[in-house]
């Protein structure tokens, strides 16, 4: 599957607004039939397009009332010196989202806390402590104006 038609976008585009809708509300909302409907959704699963399914959580109703933006910078930048790094972040549930970054820093992470002295804790305990990280630089969310939109389509179809 190399491409994409008007059907695979509409199936993808009305999967991100509500991922729980049944095969037949789907089918419904982009014009198929149920079984063409579900072949599609499942060759966009296999081709990857579709990568998983996952209920968002108000963090705030959660008791995770921090959400903190750190630049991690390594020490070194040796292969296998990104790796242990790369897994050690993996592995820490606080830590919701990292990339890569170009200019300052190598990693920028998304963290979430229960409460500034848990950031605290985490970030001097934890952060601080993972092999090769030289240096933290921390920023902390003041409100949310936007999260967990779903990525546009619009540069895929035809024109």
């Known amino acids: 599957m190399d491409t994409l038609d008007k059907f695979d976008l509409a199936i993808l585009r009305e999967l991100q607004a509500d ?4 095969n037949a509300e789907l089918a419904q909302r982009v014009g198929l039939s149920a079984a063409p409907c579900w072949r599609r959704v499942r060759a966009l699963e296999t081709a990857g397009f579709i990568v998983g399914y996952r209920a968002e959580l108000n963090r705030q109703k959660i008791g995770l009332g921090v959400l903190a933006f750190v630049r991690l910078d390594a020490e070194r930048n040796s292969g296998d010196a990104m790796r242990q790094l790369e897994e050690a972040v993996r592995q820490l549930p606080e830590v919701t989202s990292c990339h890569y970054i170009s200019g300052t820093g190598t990693f920028e992470l998304q963290v979430v806390a229960p409460d500034l002295d848990s950031f ?12 090769f990280v030289k240096d933290l630089h921390t920023s902390f969310s003041l409100g949310e104006v936007k999260s967990g939109g779903a990525l546009p389509l619009g540069h895929l179809q035809p024109r």
Do not use: G, Y
């Open 19 to 22: 991922a729980r809708l049944t």
């Open 120 to 131: 605290s804790r985490f970030a001097l305990h934890r952060l601080a402590n993972l092999p």
